[in-house]
Structure formats: C-alpha cells, structure tokens
T-cell receptor
C-alpha cells in the first residue's frame, strides 16, 4: 500500500541551529511530493513541492528539500531555524500525474524551538 | 487573491445530528478535496470534486457525503454524528498540476 513515513514525532532544536526533517515514501512509481506546515488550530500551508526535474527544491520561509530516489526520501531542511518556525510539519505524496485530490500524509513532525 | 474559505470555523453538535460544512475555493480552481484531521488517525482523504463530479473517494462510511456547485463551491455533510467524528475538517483547492491550497478548517466537536 502507498504510504508516507515521518520517523520523528517531535524534534527540538535551538534557535539558529540547522534543521532536517525526514520523510520516506512507499509508492509504485515516484510520486509528487509536498511539505506542508501547520500552526496550532490552523490549516496547512504549502512550503514546497516536487514534481520532477531538479532534485533540490527551494520553498518559502528559507526551506528546501532534497528528493533522493534511491532512498525514497524527501527530507526538509533549513540552515538556521527561527522561533517562528515552531509548528507541525507534514510530508505528503500524490500519485505521479495527480490522483484527483488524494494526498497521502505522514503523521507529522512537531518542531519545538529553544531560545 | 483570496484563499480557500471554510465556514464555519467552529461547530458544536450533538450525537445523532447532522452537519454541513462549506468550502469556497480559490477563484478559478475547479478541484476541491476534503480531509479529516484527528490526533489518532492524522490527515485522511475524504473525497474530491471536480466540475460538480466526485472523482475520488476515501475510505469513510456513507454518512460522509459531499457535493460541488457550478461555481466550484463545495459542501460536505455528515449525518448521524458520532463522537468519533470530532475533528478538524480541511478543504483544499487545486489548479491542475499546481499543488493544493488548504483552508483554515472547520473544527467540529460532537458532544
């Protein structure tokens, strides 16, 4: 079955430190891949997406993600975390070519930022 | 341009009642999809509509239904509410191939 796995439930980093959030997918073919961020009580904001092409994707708020086919991974990174980055982060996938709204999400990684 | 608008933001309903949630997509977006978010199950796909037709459906009971109007606005309905239906319901709109923009959600509490 298709699945998205985020191995880390909760990560705490110090402000100014670098960040990497892990995401692995299990699909028959390389899916479309997304990272979303959610603040408490809010909806999901798209950080970045990968459809094809360059495997290093730049997103908003200084985030980037790297697609690695050999590892079935799409890890999210940020070189220097700000306190406002504290939120929950979701990796999601969709069948290549689009599957009519059916995103499969990971369980999320909650990010806490220490001052 | 305006984002995805979901109304109402909060709802409290009693078991056995029914509820209707509304979603207005970004102008020009014809695809609207719905998701349920709970602490235990995470984010789960309910269904997707495009040009008033349901194209895809997740694994939810028939108590969950939806529809889309000619202006692309969508509603979802949950009948015979159960305590387990308490969740954040998220709507997303999409322009083909561009990814999905989510609304702020409707927080449904069933008591």
């Amino acid at each position: 079955a298709q699945s998205v796995t985020q191995p880390d439930i909760h990560i705490t980093v110090s402000e100014g430190a670098s960040l990497e959030l892990r995401c692995n997918y299990s699909y028959g073919a390389t899916p479309y891949l997304f990272w979303y961020v959610q603040s408490p009580g809010q909806g999901l904001q798209l950080l970045l997406k990968y459809f094809s092409g360059d495997t290093l994707v730049q997103g908003i708020k200084g985030f980037e993600a790297e697609f690695k086919r050999s590892q079935s991974s799409f890890n999210l990174r940020k070189p220097s975390v700000h306190w406002s980055d504290a939120a929950e982060y979701f990796c999601a996938a969709e069948n290549y070519g689009g599957s009519q709204g059916n995103l499969i999400f990971g369980k999320g990684t909650k990010l806490s930022v220490k001052p | 341009k305006a984002g995805v608008t979901q109304t109402p933001r909060y709802l409290i309903k009693t078991r056995g009642q029914q509820v209707t949630l509304s979603c207005s997509p970004i102008s020009g977006h014809r695809s609207v999809s719905w998701y349920q978010q709970t602490p235990g199950q995470g984010l789960q796909f309910l269904f997707e509509y495009f040009s008033e037709t349901q194209r895809n459906k997740g694994n939810f009971p028939g108590r969950f239904s939806g529809r889309q109007f000619s202006n692309s606005r969508s509603e979802m309905n949950v009948s015979t509410l159960e305590l387990g239906d308490s969740a954040l319901y998220l709507c997303a709109s999409s322009l083909s191939g561009s990814g999905y923009t989510f609304g702020s959600g409707t927080r449904l509490t069933v008591v």
